[in-house]
């Protein structure tokens, strides 16, 4: 496979391209990594994503693919080699796709919400989050990954957890995952953070960090504003 073939349009810190090259990675396929500046898009982004101009934009033999599930789901169907992202099974592909859409609907979007609140609706904010890592927990019962015993689709989507989690409860000073009732996450994000794969491809975390504490500050500075006016 020539590394002109795919190019994968990214930046460091997004824990949406972080998917796309686990996903690419678990395929064994090269590719060419394009660093986007998000504050001066390049040509070829805008180009490419014009309708939503993010990344990851996952270039192909010159067709582009937007958005990070949908390229999860292009590489599923377009190598064959390597580990599958998806059951063969239409049925349990069925589920495997129940749930990462729940954990982008639900536990990611509840994340947002534990990021930008302060005290009382911090405190809601952490339950919900909570309650829906719980609902997802019930699909790793019996199994080391939610692909079973080696990652899958679920994990990668579901895959920030293990890496951002931790900085989320120090920037809220809050517990969120804990042994008592989160026991199979736990140990879910201990074995993931175990990976290869993921070693190589963790972002520097002190930089995650502050690109994190900038957003909350960002978002919660916007808050008190409209409260103000
Ligand atoms: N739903 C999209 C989200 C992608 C996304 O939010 N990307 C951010 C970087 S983390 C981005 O490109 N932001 C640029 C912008 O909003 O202008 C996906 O899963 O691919």
């Not at 990976?195 to 500050?217: F, G, S």
């Amino acid at each position: 496979m020539g590394t002109e073939e795919v190019k994968l349009y990214g930046i460091t810190l997004s824990p949406f391209v972080l998917r796309v090259e686990w996903a690419l990675k678990l395929k064994h396929i090269e590719y060419e990594y394009v660093t986007e500046d998000l504050k001066n898009k390049s040509p070829q982004l805008l180009q490419y994503n014009p309708v939503e101009k993010k990344v990851p934009v996952l270039v192909h033999k010159g067709k582009p693919i937007c958005e990070s599930t949908l390229i999860l789901e292009y590489v599923h169907e377009v190598w064959k080699n390597g580990c599958p992202l998806l059951p063969s099974d239409p049925h349990q592909k069925a589920v495997a796709r129940f749930w990462s859409k729940f954990a982008e609907e639900k536990c990611l979007y509840s994340s947002f919400a534990v990021m930008s609140n302060v005290g009382e609706e911090l405190k809601k904010a952490v339950e919900e989050f909570r309650h829906n890592l719980k609902t997802l927990e019930g699909y790793l019962e019996g199994k080391k990954f939610f692909g079973g015993d080696m990652i899958g689709m679920v994990d990668i989507v579901a895959g920030w957890i293990p890496c951002w989690v931790g900085m989320i409860e120090g920037l809220v000073s809050m517990t969120i995952v804990d042994e008592e009732y989160l026991p199979r996450i736990k140990a879910w994000i201990h074995d993931i953070l175990e990976l290869d794969l993921v070693k190589q491809t963790m972002p520097p975390l002190d930089k995650v960090e502050a690109h994190m504490r900038a957003i909350r500050e960002t978002v919660l500075a916007a808050k008190s504003v409209s409260t103000l006016n």
